[in-house]
């Protein structure tokens, strides 16, 4: 019998990108696959993925078709909605495929929905969670909800540190936001959000047999893969578009305005600064003032998505380029861009190393001082910005970082080369016979899964 997968996923970009991605690879292998998303993941996907073969979209409503935002308030519905609504469809598409004589073999589901296993149980089906994140932070998570008290202990001493097995070591402003201790008990999305990680931790205690896919490759992360005894880690990223990988990101597939690449194309190479914090973020009015504040005073040309209007706009428009959107992967790929100012997201972060291009970081919230962390001295593929006591990185702070990664001092060029090296091997572990390629295949066809439905 041939596999067919039924993936879950979360309705958030962050989810959404990697779990495409995931889907068109397996679909590429042959396996048939099946998407079941909200209709606000449906909407995301329906386009990108419209001529993959073999590869099928399912949507429910959730009750927020615009999708959830955390500013939005009223978490628990949210939360509460999407497990109600997403466990009828889920139902639903396993004893539909079943009746149509294409049986669900496995269940793939992305971090956050961990009630899904109790629907693929029901039906006796093997279920397997992609975690979107690295694998460092899966383990800071794991050793949190096993009580490594060294972690709420922490505290904000910028001197302090912990050590957790087989991760690097990590301060205060390394953590997950989700952890920060003054945060712990508040009754914010904070508190939702770290329940959902709670449940997943334990979804994957009671499991026996635990194996985790990760969108992450194992050379970039092989300490951690192998960190917490008992969890079997699976490496199959980086999930970001087999386009862009192969170094051929091609234009004139998205719907709005592209005269950002044309401006792009005036450039000299390795010279632009691309500013992107991601679709989520939300930047406070002060952080948006440093930032342009920032930009103008390194004298070079920049390039910044942004949704908000920007004051100083008119002198901004002299020096760069301001866009409501672009498309990351195509900027990324082009030959002019020299650094990327992100917030760290954990799909930014892995789209930089497969562009070979430097990063500056602004890291956030959830995951993203982990990932900054990573890049600043794991990776070792960029500079970490530091917040000044109101959490606000500052226009001078911006400056002094751009200019270490686009200097031309020996820091710089220390940085381009490992972006560089890091660009081969994340090309190398996703061509067909390289290490997340195999997984992938194994996982799937030849290994366990497969081995259960021919049982």
């Not at 706009?313 to 380029?321: A, N, Y």
Request: overall charge negative; glycine content about 8%.
């Amino acid at each position: 019998m041939n596999p067919h997968i039924l993936h879950l996923t979360f309705p958030a970009q962050g989810s959404i990108n990697p779990s495409l991605q995931f889907a068109i690879n397996l679909a590429k292998m042959g396996v048939k696959v099946t998407v079941l998303g909200s209709l606000f993941a449906h909407r995301c996907m329906s386009e990108a993925c419209s001529s993959a073969d073999g590869l099928k979209l399912r949507a429910f409503s959730d009750g927020y078709d615009d999708g959830f935002k955390p500013s939005d308030g009223d978490h628990e519905r949210f939360f509460s909605q999407l497990e109600t609504c997403g466990s009828e469809a889920l139902a639903e598409v396993i004893a539909a495929s079943a009746a149509a004589g294409s049986p669900v073999t496995a269940l793939v589901y992305t971090m956050g929905m961990s009630w899904a296993v109790k629907v693929a149980d029901s039906f006796r089906i093997p279920s397997v969670v992609l975690w979107i994140q690295p694998a460092t932070v899966l383990g800071i998570y794991f050793y949190f909800f096993h009580g490594h008290g060294a972690i709420r202990e922490l505290g904000n001493d910028p001197s302090s540190s912990v050590q957790l097995p087989g991760l690097p070591k990590l301060s205060h402003r390394d953590l997950p936001t989700l952890l920060d201790p003054s945060s712990l008990d508040s009754a914010t999305f904070i508190s939702f959000a770290l329940q959902r990680f709670k449940e997943q931790i334990e979804a994957l205690d009671a499991d026996p047999n635990t194996k985790i896919l990760v969108n992450t490759f194992d050379r970039l992360e092989s300490e951690a893969l192998r960190a917490v005894q008992g969890l079997n880690l699976v490496p199959i990223g980086p999930l970001i578009p087999s386009s862009f990988l192969r170094g051929r990101e091609s234009r004139g597939h998205h719907p709005s305005d592209t005269s950002y690449l044309e401006w792009l194309d005036s450039k000299p190479e390795a010279s632009v600064v691309y500013v992107s914090f991601g679709t989520v973020a939300v930047v406070s009015e002060k952080q948006i003032e440093e930032m342009a504040t920032g930009l103008l005073s390194t004298h070079r040309p920049f390039l910044w998505a942004i949704k908000t209007p920007v004051s100083h706009g008119e002198e901004l428009e002299e020096k760069g380029m301001i866009v409501p959107w672009c498309s990351q992967a195509e900027v990324l790929s082009h030959p002019s861009l020299g650094c990327f100012v992100s917030h760290c997201g954990w799909n930014s972060t892995l789209e930089s190393l497969v562009a070979g291009v430097p990063v500056v970081g602004l890291p956030q919230f959830t995951d993203q001082p982990t990932n900054a962390k990573l890049v600043e001295d794991e990776f070792k593929t960029g500079v970490r910005a530091r917040a000044n006591e109101d959490g606000v990185f500052e226009g001078a702070e911006i400056k002094r970082c751009v200019e270490m990664v686009l200097g031309r001092g020996e820091k710089g060029k220390e940085l381009k080369r490992n972006a560089e090296k890091w660009k081969a091997l994340a090309k190398e572990a996703t061509m067909e016979g390289g290490s997340s390629y195999l997984n992938l295949r194994n996982f799937f066809i030849d290994g366990l899964l497969q081995d259960q439905v021919t049982q």
